[in-house]
C-alpha cells in the first residue's frame, strides 16, 4: 500500500518541534490592562507522520499558570499555505490562522469585522524562536499585544525554574 511521505512544505514544521520556553512581554491591551513580563512554554511535536505539528502551550506570571493554549499546525501543499488551528483557555471559537513562510519568518493571520489577528514566528536564530502577536479592528492599523523570546532547552541556556 503506498503511503504519501511529507513534502518540503510539512518539512518546514520541523523548524517548530521541540521544547521552547522564555521570556515574553505583554503589552497592555483590553485582555491585559497592565501588561508585564510573563514565561512561555510551548512543546510542539511531529505527528502524523509528518504531517501536522500539535502544540501545548501555557503562560506563567507570578507562579501561576494564567493561559493555556492548544495548536494543531498542517500545510496545504496545494495552495501552499500553512493553516494554525488554536483553542484557548478563553473559551472563545477556535481560531483558524493561515499564512506562509517568508524565509526564516512565519506569518499567520485571520480575521474579519472587528478583529484581526497576526502571529509571527521568527526562527531565524538556531536554538531560538521569537514570536510577535498583532491585533488589528480595522485589518490596517496593528497593534502589538505581546513579543516572546524562547530558548530550545537542550542549547545549555539557563531556562527559568518551573514553580
Not at 40 to 66: M, P, V
Request: net charge negative; charged share 25%; proline share 7%.
Amino acid at each position: 500500500m503506498y503511503m504519501p511521505k511529507p513534502g518540503p512544505g510539512h518539512l518546514k514544521l520541523e523548524r517548530l518541534a521541540g521544547s521552547w520556553e522564555g521570556e515574553e512581554t505583554m503589552y497592555p491591551s483590553q485582555w491585559d490592562p497592565k501588561g508585564g513580563i510573563a514565561i512561555g512554554r510551548s512543546t510542539n511535536q511531529l505527528t502524523l507522520g509528518g504531517f501536522a505539528l500539535i502544540n501545548e502551550y501555557e503562560q506563567e506570571r507570578d507562579g501561576a499558570i494564567t493561559f493555556t493554549g492548544h495548536g494543531v499546525m498542517t500545510f496545504d501543499p496545494k495552495s501552499e499555505q500553512y493553516t494554525l488551528h488554536w483553542f484557548d483557555c478563553i473559551g472563545s471559537p477556535p481560531e483558524v490562522f493561515s499564512g506562509r513562510f517568508d524565509g526564516d519568518l512565519l506569518i499567520l493571520g485571520h480575521g474579519g469585522p472587528g478583529m484581526h489577528a497576526r502571529f509571527t514566528y521568527d526562527l531565524g536564530e538556531a536554538g531560538r524562536m521569537k514570536t510577535r502577536m498583532e491585533m488589528s479592528h480595522d485589518g490596517g492599523t496593528w497593534k502589538t499585544m505581546f513579543e516572546g523570546r524562547y530558548r530550545a532547552p537542550m542549547t545549555g541556556d539557563p531556562i527559568a525554574p518551573r514553580r
